[in-house]
T-cell receptor, first 109, second 118 residues
Framework: TQLLEQSPQFLSIQEGENLTVYCNSS?????LQWYRQEPGEGPVLLVT?????EVKKLKRLTFQFGDARKDSSLHITAAQPGDTGLYLC?????????FGKGTSLLVTP | DTAVSQTPKYLVTQMGNDKSIKCEQN?????MYWYKQDSKKFLKIMFS???????INETVPNRFSPKSPDKAHLNLHINSLELGDSAVYFC?????????????????FGPGTRLTVL
C-alpha cells in the first residue's frame, strides 16, 4: 500500500489568511482525491486530479497535481471559519481509498 | 434524503460484548465499504463489497464480519469487543469498483458510528 504523507499535521490561522497543505508519496498516483471532513461528519469529496500538472479551482480552493504525479497541494485563499476541518488526500491505487493522515485546519474569526 | 446512513450514531458497550452497526445507501451504488478512523483521525479501509461480494478484507481481526444482505446494505458485526476497537467506523459507497489505472470514483460517506468499548 502506498504511503501518503500530509503536511502540516495541524494548522491554526486567522480568518483572511492564505494557507497551503501538501500531500506527497514516493510512488506515482494513478489519481488523487482531496476530501474535507468536518467534526462529527464523514469525509466529503472536494476534487479528483488525474493528469500531471493539473490545476483545479473550487471557489477559494486551488488544487495542484505535481508533474510527476507524486505530490499534490491544496491552497486556500482568504480562509474562513467555515473552512475548518480535516483535509485528507487519498489515492485509489487499490480497490478502496488509501488515505493520508490528514491536515487538521482551524480558522478562527 | 440521506444518501448513506448508519445506525447507531453512538455505541457504548462493555468489553467482550457482540455488537452490530448497520449501513444503508439509497444511491443505487454497486460498491460499499467499511473504514475505521482511529483516535489520531487516521482513516483506513477494512472491507469492500461489490455487488454483495467481498472484494477487500484488509488485515482485520476475524472478530469483524461484514454482511451484505443486498446491494443497498452492508452491516458490520463485531464479536468479543476489545478496548482497541474503540474508534469511529464509517460506511461508504461508490457507483463502481475502481482501482489501478482507473480514475477514482466518488465515494460517499455516512456520518460515522462512534464506538466506545469500556
Amino acid at each position: 500500500t502506498q504511503l501518503l504523507e500530509q503536511s502540516p499535521q495541524f494548522l491554526s490561522i486567522q480568518e483572511g489568511e492564505n494557507l497551503t497543505v501538501y500531500c506527497n508519496s514516493s510512488s506515482v498516483f494513478s489519481s488523487l482525491q482531496w476530501y474535507r471532513q468536518e467534526p462529527g461528519e464523514g469525509p466529503v469529496l472536494l476534487v479528483t486530479v488525474v493528469t500531471g500538472g493539473e490545476v483545479k479551482k473550487l471557489k477559494r480552493l486551488t488544487f495542484q497535481f505535481g508533474d510527476a504525479r507524486k505530490d499534490s497541494s491544496l491552497h486556500i485563499t482568504a480562509a474562513q471559519p467555515g473552512d475548518t476541518g480535516l483535509y485528507l488526500c487519498a489515492d485509489n491505487s487499490g480497490y478502496a481509498l488509501n488515505f493520508g493522515k490528514g491536515t487538521s485546519l482551524l480558522v478562527t474569526p | 434524503d440521506t444518501a448513506v446512513s448508519q445506525t447507531p450514531k453512538y455505541l457504548v458497550t462493555q468489553m467482550g460484548n457482540d455488537k452490530s452497526i448497520k449501513c444503508e445507501q439509497n444511491l443505487g451504488h454497486d460498491t460499499m465499504y467499511w473504514y475505521k478512523q482511529d483516535s489520531k483521525k487516521f482513516l483506513k479501509i477494512m472491507f469492500s463489497y461489490n455487488n454483495k461480494e467481498l472484494i477487500i478484507n484488509e488485515t482485520v481481526p476475524n472478530r469483524f464480519s461484514p454482511k451484505s444482505p443486498d446491494k443497498a446494505h452492508l452491516n458490520l458485526h463485531i464479536n468479543s469487543l476489545e478496548l482497541g476497537d474503540s474508534a469511529v467506523y464509517f460506511c461508504a459507497s461508490s457507483q463502481d469498483l475502481a482501482g489501478g489505472l482507473m480514475t477514482a470514483d466518488t465515494q460517499y460517506f455516512g456520518p460515522g458510528t462512534r464506538l466506545t468499548v469500556l
